[in-house]
């Protein structure tokens, strides 16, 4: 069967539905919680209808995909602690590493060791309960579309799937002073979503890009980017220097992309993974 049907039918639901709840004016948070329900369930309403193949749920080999699983975690935050020292040295990001104004602000007085762990621990808790919401995403964009895109180029497929996964997020950056923050928010899209899916694609598993999507989400927004700010950075964080978000970001990661490039381990993923989605 032609892919073209399945993806037409997959991204026409996928974007009609966050509109809708857009259209309904409920809270940014239902807005963002149902729309990654909506890839799932786009998903799950494609694969159903169109009989498509491989979507990536498998956990084999569970030793390897338990590794990757391990390496994203692990991957993600040490990519976000770099952003930050990056953007540290070139002084757009300011630290508060005496009163850690920053993390009191967002989680309270108190001592400092014991609401560092306070925090870490919250979102460590939330970055759980995100998880089945990562799994949506990443079931839809990495799971079902990337495989079939590669078919026009192993690079046209991964950039044209961030883009569209950048382009899906607009109900929340609706107004004209959103443009601006939307603008680096695509291109942060389209090199984490790189990312993403050479984790996709290399292990032919959706489990290693929803732990790292949402890591990123939860431990690297909730806790990475906020421990050791300061409170003023926090208050008007500028989206085109802010951490893995901002052009220190953009730098560790188009730098990681490279090497899994020149590595050859980009293109031998994309070979993998295009022959298990034709089935």
Same mark, same amino acid.
Request: charged fraction near 10%.
């Given at each position: 069967m032609s892919t073209v049907r399945p993806v037409i039918t997959f991204l026409s639901i996928t974007f009609a539905l966050p509109w809708l709840l857009w259209l309904a004016s409920v809270s940014t948070e239902i807005v963002a919680a149902g729309s990654?329900?909506?890839?799932?369930?786009?998903?799950?309403?494609?694969?159903?209808?169109?009989?498509?193949?491989?979507?990536?749920?498998?956990?084999?080999?569970?030793?390897?995909?338990?590794?990757y699983c391990a390496l994203a975690l692990? #991957?993600?935050? !040490? $990519?976000?602690?770099?952003?930050?020292?990056?953007? %540290? =040295? *070139?002084?757009?990001?300011?630290?508060?590493?005496? #009163?850690?104004? !920053? $993390?009191?602000?967002?989680?309270?007085?108190?001592? %400092? =060791? *014991?609401?560092?762990?306070?925090?870490?621990?919250?979102?460590?808790?939330?970055?759980?309960?995100?998880?089945?919401?990562?799994?949506?995403?990443?079931?839809?964009?990495?799971?079902?579309?990337?495989?079939?895109?590669?078919p026009l180029g192993t690079w046209t497929g991964l950039l044209t799937s961030g883009v569209i996964w950048a382009l899906w997020h607009l109900p929340g950056y609706v107004g004209p002073h959103a443009r601006p923050a939307f603008l680096s928010f695509a291109i942060f899209c389209v090199l984490f979503g790189t990312l993403l899916g050479w984790l996709r694609m290399t292990t032919n598993s959706i489990w290693p890009s929803t732990v790292a999507h949402a890591a990123y989400n939860t431990l690297v927004l909730g806790f990475v980017n906020v421990a050791f700010t300061d409170s003023a950075e926090l208050a008007t964080p500028n989206p085109w220097t802010f951490g893995m978000g901002g052009w220190p970001g953009w730098l560790v990661m188009s730098v990681l992309i490279t090497i899994l490039a020149v590595t050859g381990r980009i293109v031998a993923g994309a070979r993998r993974s295009h022959i298990n989605a034709s089935h």
């Open positions: 990654m329900l909506c890839v799932g369930i786009a998903t799950a309403v494609t694969t159903r209808l169109t009989r498509t193949g491989d979507t990536g749920l498998t956990i084999r080999p569970l030793r390897t995909v338990g590794a692990i #991957g993600v935050l !040490g $990519l976000a602690a770099l952003a930050v020292a990056i953007g %540290t =040295a *070139a002084g757009v990001h300011r630290l508060d590493l005496t #009163g850690f104004s !920053g $993390l009191h602000q967002v989680f309270g007085s108190g001592p %400092t =060791a *014991a609401v560092m762990f306070a925090a870490l621990a919250k979102n460590a808790i939330v970055f759980v309960i995100l998880l089945p919401f990562a799994f949506c995403e990443e079931w839809g964009w990495r799971g079902f579309l990337l495989p079939r895109l590669l």
